[in-house]
């Protein structure tokens, strides 16, 4: 019975990891990426954990489960937010379809950030920066 | 293995490659540095896997070891990102 409990517990976990993965690929920006994957994928790989906790062949591999759950709900939420707020600050652009950037409001109180620059022309920059040194 | 397990595998497969696609595809430095912490919590998930398959506890130490190099890790990525500027 408590094999059950554990393999649908393993099995939903998959299935979030999946969908997460499958965000990661899918979605068109930075930030829509973190948010989604980070998520899902977080989720997923405690439900897993706790399947294993679940299914329990030692009494150490249950405890150490438990514990790395703990753990890993409790650096992820943050590792992700460092990624995010990393990606704003080295000037990532939001996709073109994004309505709101309070994060930008607050940075940037006069408006829309005009001097930030493309990432294709960021780049270009780069490549030409890089050439110069040869040439 | 029980073939539940293989499936589970599998799927956890599946997902670290289509991180690894993120990985060299994605346009920005970000995108990489989130597929990598991504990888990192999949592989933890295959560690379950294989505490399971053998019955082996020390799989769940890697699987805690993992999770901390991982985090420390994106850690170090994110500020990395955060202080190179673009436009400077």
């Known amino acids: 019975m408590s094999d059950l409990a554990a ?3 393993i099995a939903v976990g998959l299935a979030f990891d999946l969908f997460g993965c499958i965000g990661l690929v899918r979605l068109p920006d930075v930030y829509n990426r973190v948010q989604a ?3 899902c994928v977080t989720l997923g790989t405690c439900l897993i954990l706790a399947g294993t906790a679940v299914y329990g062949i030692t009494g150490a591999m249950s405890i150490k489960a438990a514990l790395c759950a703990v753990f ?3 650096t992820s ?11 704003y600050k080295s000037g990532v652009r939001l996709w073109e379809g994004s309505v709101i950037d309070r994060y930008g409001e607050e940075v940037h109180p006069a408006g829309p950030p005009a ?5 294709a022309a960021q780049t270009e920059h780069t490549v030409a920066a890089g050439r110069e040194p040869h040439e | 293995m029980t073939p539940f397990l293989a499936i589970v595998a599998g799927g956890l497969l599946l997902g670290a490659f289509l991180c690894l696609y993120r990985i060299g595809r994605g346009p920005t430095a970000p995108d990489r540095t989130v597929a990598i912490d991504i990888l990192g919590t999949l592989v933890v998930g295959f560690c379950c896997v294989m505490a399971i398959w053998t019955g082996q506890d020390f799989y769940m130490n890697i699987a805690i070891a993992w999770a901390l190099l991982s985090f420390i890790g994106t850690i170090a990525l994110a500020k990395y990102l955060e202080g ?3 436009n400077e």
């Open chain 1, 37 to 39: 994957a980070t998520k």
């Open chain 1, 72 to 74: 890993l709900l409790l």
């Open chain 2, 84 to 86: 190179r500027q673009y």
């Open chain 1, 115 to 119: 001097e930030r620059i493309e990432p």
């Open chain 1, 7 to 9: 393999e649908i517990l």
């Open chain 1, 77 to 87: 939420p943050v590792a992700a937010h460092a990624i995010a707020r990393g990606a």
